[in-house]
C-alpha cells in the first residue's frame, strides 16, 4: 500500500499564484522527497527534507515537515505555465532497503 | 549529462507474447528500481536490485515477471506470456545505496497489450 498521500488530487490555479500541495504519511521516516513529472516523462527529483528539518528552500519551492503530524506541503510561489505536471511526494523509510514509497499525486495546471 | 535510459520506448504487442524492457542506470549508481505507473494503481514498485542482486520483488506477479542485472550497466524486466492488464508505462530508476536516496528516473516504456 502507499505511503504518502497527496491533497488535493487536482489544483487548477492562474500564473503568477502560489500553488500549495500537502502529504501525508503513515511511518517514521529518514528524509521525504518530491518529484515533478511532466506528462508522458519520468519523474524528477526536486527537492528534499530530512526528517530533522523542518523547512527548506529551493528557488521558488519551499517545502515545510511536520513529523508529528506525518506531513509535509509543497509551496510553489509565482507559478508559471511550465509548472504544470504531477506532483509526488516519496518517503525514504528506515527499513535499510533504500527504497521510497511514492505518494498518489497532485495534478497541477498553471493556466496563463 | 548523465542520465537513465530505457528501451523501447514504446511497445504494442499482443497476449501471450514475450516483452523485454532494458535499462542503462546512471554510471556509478549501485541501485536499480523497476516501477510500474497506471492511472488506476498509481506508480507500483515492482522490483529493487543493490549492487546487482534482487533485494526485493515483492511487487512483481511472479508467475510472469522476472528482474535481472545480467551487469552493472544492464537491468532488464522480462514479461512472458504478456496480458492486456499489463498495459502500463514501466519507469526504471537509478541511485546510490549510501547518502539520502534520491531516485533518478529514466523517460519509461510505454507498454500496450493488445
Known amino acids: 500500500s502507499q505511503q504518502g498521500e497527496e491533497d488535493p488530487q487536482a489544483l487548477s490555479i492562474q500564473e503568477g499564484e502560489n500553488a500549495t500541495m500537502n502529504c501525508s504519511y503513515k511511518?517514521?521516516?529518514?528524509?521525504l522527497q518530491w518529484y515533478r513529472q511532466n506528462s508522458g516523462r519520468g519523474l524528477v527529483h526536486l527537492i528534499l527534507i530530512r526528517s530533522n528539518e523542518r523547512e527548506k528552500h529551493s528557488g521558488r519551492l519551499r517545502v515545510t515537515l511536520d513529523t508529528s503530524k506525518k506531513s509535509s506541503s509543497l509551496l510553489i510561489t509565482a507559478s508559471r505555465a511550465a509548472d504544470t505536471a504531477s506532483y509526488f511526494c516519496?518517503?525514504?523509510?528506515?527499513?535499510?532497503?533504500?527504497?521510497?514509497?511514492f505518494g498518489t499525486g497532485t495534478r497541477l495546471l498553471v493556466s496563463p | 549529462d548523465a542520465r537513465v535510459t530505457q528501451t523501447p520506448r514504446h511497445k504494442v504487442t499482443e497476449m501471450g507474447q514475450e516483452v523485454t524492457m532494458r535499462c542503462q542506470p546512471i554510471l556509478g549508481h549501485n541501485t536499480v528500481f523497476w516501477y510500474r505507473q497506471t492511472m488506476m494503481q498509481g506508480l507500483e514498485l515492482l522490483a529493487y536490485?543493490?549492487?546487482?542482486?534482487?533485494?526485493?520483488d515483492s511487487g512483481m506477479p511472479k508467475d510472469r515477471f522476472s528482474a535481472e542485472m545480467p551487469d552493472a550497466t544492464l537491468a532488464t524486466l522480462k514479461i512472458q506470456p504478456s496480458e492486456p492488464r499489463d498495459s502500463a508505462v514501466y519507469f526504471c530508476?537509478?541511485?546510490?545505496?549510501?547518502?539520502?536516496?534520491?531516485?533518478?528516473f529514466g523517460p519509461g516504456t510505454r507498454l500496450t497489450v493488445t
Open positions: 536490485f543493490r549492487n546487482r542482486a534482487p533485494l526485493d
Open positions: 511511518t517514521s521516516i529518514n528524509n
Open positions: 530508476a537509478s541511485g546510490l545505496a549510501q547518502g539520502l536516496h534520491e531516485q533518478y
Open positions: 516519496a518517503t525514504d523509510v528506515p527499513t535499510g532497503f533504500q527504497k521510497l514509497v
